[in-house]
């Protein structure tokens, strides 16, 4: 089958016993148990963002409690897809939930600002309208597995979900407990005991509900405003050298101070997960590094503070788990430094060559763009695109995607890429229906046409900009890819997309010091940060935690991931999820016996490179024929008579 190479280095067992800190003897906090367990997520938090500087409330808890110190997000590195992961314990293969953005057609659904949205085209899953018709859509199983938050309802506990639009309301997607987001209140009892406390509501909930069931307070006012992104003079692209602030400060204080004054003296729940946005929110405009990403890393430990604060003040401390974690790390957007060198922000422009100091002036991909132009079918449901900067400034100053109208084109002005527009049903059933979320897209094959796969598989390992690409398993052995079931994603019913392909990334590249750049599929919008790739920069992510349950001053070097955290808080209120895919992290658990578990890290790769391709580089030239594949970096852990997968990248390799 598929080639794999043990890490000679590492093949002998790591046995538990190892996992804390060879400095540190792992010290026990007080007996008992946690009464309750709050999941308090960092959204695209990196481990190496954790500094006295900036997080300072973090950096103690991480030092007093137990950091694991290799924990993984799960591929690809979305949020919406590691929503799921902490909801069910499971991979996407197996909870059948593919977010951000999907393409699964179907009725038409209401968003939660009251627009309808044609479900036919790709859809942004950050939107409980949205996940709501997807799982009307779906005979009401969105995902195919039990939650932990209806595991913990059906024994009788109360839960709590609060948030960012999206991953906090899909923790709780049948409405059993209590749910505050940017757009609404569930259930609608729940909204108007809110407005009883006095309590302003986000902006948007009356259209959670109809026949005017919900009418805002004449002086609500907007909760969840967000500041606006500051753009260079172009209007378009994100002005990363800003300093007025994280767009999300005051939406994240706003829902951060309804738990901590309302929900949680209040509702006393059990299971809370509370989400906010920053500092991925920040990071996508601006990027990793800039100054208003170390605001944003300010205002969200100033959160933790407060948190932390109330539970003394309740006296809750001491029988609370309280679980740090992060969806995915984050990198900055750009293609190879050597080609777009790093520039000034100079009068409202990138400017001057800075190497040393500047910003990324590339590192964006239209999939279905340059799909069109190799003579494949594409289509992304998107407008014309004009992207100025990120596209591409090279050396000399150029822009690699000069302005252009072409002839006949319905693109008026200046852009990078033509309209898209996905004319479902009338879509040509041999075109692919490509998916842009960021560091991967999806392509989706309505007819599954291998010959068309084959084709299109081709040309992704025939660019540099494309890394790893993993196919669906009704394909077989294409030469230089993996199947989609070696890295969890293949689902029995089908709702996996037909192709899977990660963008190029280095992960020693550095801007603004901190290291980690990587294409990005696009559409119509323009970033300087992004995630979603195999880079090890967005797989390794933050994960810690501090309570009655786990032990102090520990380090865990086991591997562990966002799966086990959901099995994990379901080990500690006495919880079973049978069909998870992790598993509860015992080692760090101070009441539990130390399982012996073996760790040996692997190589895996295609069974066959691809041969005979011709290759074009990042710049668009043919650099002749070449040989394609690429390594998958894993840890397989076998803990007592139970085994695991942990995945650290996957890295194309031509030559």
């Avoid at 490509?434 to 599954?448: A, F, I, K, M, T």
């Avoid at 890394?467 to 009704?474: E, M, P, S, T």
Wanted: charged share 20%.
């Amino acid at each position: 089958m598929y080639r794999l190479k043990s890490c000679a280095a590492l093949a002998c067992a790591l046995l538990a016993a190892c996992a804390q800190n060879p400095s540190q003897k792992p010290a026990t906090t007080a007996a008992g148990h946690a009464k309750r367990v709050i999941l308090f997520v960092w959204d695209g938090m990196r481990p190496d963002s954790i500094t006295e500087a900036d997080t300072p409330n973090l950096a103690k808890l991480k030092h007093e409690g137990t950091f694991f110190s290799d924990n993984h997000s799960s591929y690809p590195t979305f949020t919406m897809m590691n929503a799921a992961a902490f909801a069910t314990g499971s991979f996407s293969g197996k909870s059948g939930f593919y977010g951000n953005s999907l393409w699964r057609p179907g009725a038409p659904a209401r968003t939660s600002g009251g627009d309808m949205v044609d479900m036919t085209n790709p859809v942004f899953t950050e939107d409980y309208g949205i996940l709501k018709q997807l799982d009307a859509n779906l005979d009401n199983h969105l995902l195919l597995v039990q939650t932990l938050l209806q595991t913990a309802q059906k024994a009788g506990l109360v839960t709590a979900a609060v948030g960012k639009s999206g991953p906090a309301f899909l923790q709780d997607i049948k409405n059993g407990g209590y749910i505050i987001d940017e757009k609404a209140a569930f259930p609608l009892s729940f909204a108007k005991e809110l407005q009883a406390a006095h309590i302003a509501l986000p902006e948007n909930s009356p259209y959670a509900y109809r026949n005017g069931e919900l009418k805002l307070a004449e002086d609500n006012g907007d909760p969840t405003f967000q500041l606006p992104t500051q753009h260079l003079d172009d209007r378009i692209t994100p002005n990363p050298d800003d300093s007025h602030g994280a767009p999300p400060t005051k939406s994240n204080a706003y829902l951060m101070s309804i738990y901590l004054d309302y929900i949680l003296p209040e509702k006393q729940p059990a299971v809370s997960v509370v989400w906010l946005r920053n500092p991925d929110s920040t990071e996508h405009p601006y990027g990793v590094g800039s100054p208003n990403y170390h605001l944003a890393l300010k205002a969200q430990d100033e959160l933790l503070g407060k948190l932390e604060a109330r539970l003394t003040e309740l006296g809750l401390d001491k029988d609370t788990d309280l679980i740090i974690v992060s969806d995915h790390g984050h990198s900055n957007v750009s293609g190879p430094l050597d080609i777009f060198p790093l520039r000034k922000v100079e009068n409202g422009k990138m400017g001057e060559v800075d190497q040393e100091h500047g910003y990324s002036v590339s590192g964006d991909i239209r999939l279905a763009d340059e799909l069109a132009k190799a003579g494949i079918h594409a289509y992304d449901g998107g407008g014309c695109g004009y992207d100025p900067v990120m596209s591409g400034i090279l050396a000399d100053g150029t822009r690699l995607h000069p302005d252009q109208t072409p002839a006949n084109s319905e693109c008026k002005g200046p852009y990078t890429s033509p309209a898209y527009p996905l004319l479902h049903p009338f879509l040509p059933r041999e075109a692919f229906v490509v998916v842009s979320n960021g560091g991967s897209d999806y392509l989706y094959q309505p007819e599954h046409d291998p010959d068309r796969v084959l084709k299109a598989v081709r040309f992704l390992q025939s660019h540099e900009v494309f890394g790893a690409v993993f196919v669906d398993d009704r394909y077989g052995a294409i030469p230089g890819t993996l199947p989609l079931s070696m890295v969890h994603l293949e689902n029995a019913e089908g709702r996996n997309p037909d192709i899977v392909v990660g963008y190029t990334f280095d992960e020693h590249a550095v801007i603004q010091g901190m290291p980690g750049i990587e294409f990005e599929g696009v559409s119509t919008y323009v970033n300087h940060g992004m995630h979603g790739s195999f880079s090890p920069i967005d797989v390794h992510n933050t994960l810690l935690a501090r309570g009655p349950d786990f032990n102090t001053n520990f380090v865990d070097a086991l591997p562990s991931g966002n799966v086990d955290v959901a099995p994990t808080i379901a080990h500690i209120l006495g919880l079973t999820l049978p069909q998870a895919d992790g598993r509860p992290l015992l080692e760090a658990l101070s009441a539990s016996k130390n399982p012996t578990c073996s760790i040996t890290p692997r190589t895996i790769n295609p069974q066959q490179p691809a041969t005979g391709l011709n290759v074009q580089s990042v710049l668009g030239k043919d650099t002749g024929k070449t040989t394609y594949t690429f390594d998958l970096q894993v840890k397989e852990a076998r803990c007592g008579a139970n085994s695991y997968t942990y995945f650290d990248s996957a890295k194309a390799k031509r030559n």
